[in-house]
């Protein structure tokens, strides 16, 4: 099973500042990462798939990069529909999920 | 747009069953793998199930195998997951989630959830 840790666990910005989230992989997964964003009450919604395709209606300022083991997700100048739980998620072999990381309001 | 409606959660006794649906709309619904991935407070989101376009083909995560069924029924564009000998630690909201392609294990649309609570 390949382990998935998000870092950190919570990160506070500012509207119109750069975030920037950490997904770290026990074992490579190649290029076969996905990154959701969960709002309060609502289902996961994807974000970016293939380390760094953005999906469908994502705005340009998501970017994902990285590949193996260690890939980061962007958000460039954070907009107040921004704040959001943010998951890793491994396609590689059987899926699994990291354990998030929560973008607050500083 | 593609609309994944869930039903069939609730409170069940631990030891018994439960079968969730999934009714799929807006799309080719048996052009595309589905799974089932539950989310908990404690344990985060996790995949339970998937099942190939055709059905032919029907994966498990360990913590389930044995007592969960997935299926589908392409003609009633809908996904199944038969749940039984259920356990407190199953307690969780349950998505149905549309794959990417056949099989690919991305998600690219979920539906809103329901709750299922195994407690006595």
């Known amino acids: 099973e390949r382990v998935m840790t998000q870092s950190p666990a919570t990160l506070s910005v500012s509207p119109g500042e750069r975030a920037t989230l950490s997904c770290r992989a026990s074992?490579?997964?190649?290029?076969?990462l996905a990154w959701y964003q969960q709002k309060p009450g609502q289902a996961p919604r994807l974000v970016i798939y293939g380390a760094s395709t953005r999906a469908t209606g994502i705005p340009a300022r998501f970017s994902g990069s990285g590949s193996g083991t260690e890939f980061t997700l962007t958000i460039s100048s954070l907009q107040s529909e921004d704040f959001a739980v943010y998951y890793c998620?491994?396609?590689?072999?059987?899926?699994?999920f990291g354990g998030g990381t929560k973008v607050e309001f500083k | 747009e593609v609309q994944l409606l869930e039903s069939g959660g609730g409170l069940v006794q631990p030891g018994g069953s439960l079968r969730l649906s999934c009714a799929a709309s807006?799309?080719?619904?048996?052009?595309?793998?589905m799974s089932w991935v539950r989310q908990t407070p404690g344990k985060g989101l996790e995949w339970v199930s998937g099942i190939s376009r055709s059905g032919d083909s029907t994966y498990y995560a360990d913590s389930v195998k044995g007592r969960f069924t997935i299926s589908r029924d392409n003609s009633k564009n809908t996904l199944y997951l038969q749940m039984n000998s259920l356990r407190a630690e199953d307690t969780a909201v349950y998505y149905c989630?549309?794959?990417?392609?056949?099989?690919?294990?991305?998600?690219?649309?979920w539906g809103q959830g329901t709750l299922v609570t195994v407690s006595s």
């Open positions: 807006e799309f080719t619904f048996s052009s595309y793998a």
């Open positions: 989630a549309k794959d990417h392609g056949a099989s690919s294990f991305w998600f690219d649309y």
């Open positions: 074992q490579s997964v190649s290029s076969n």
């Open positions: 998620q491994q396609y590689n072999n059987w899926p699994s």
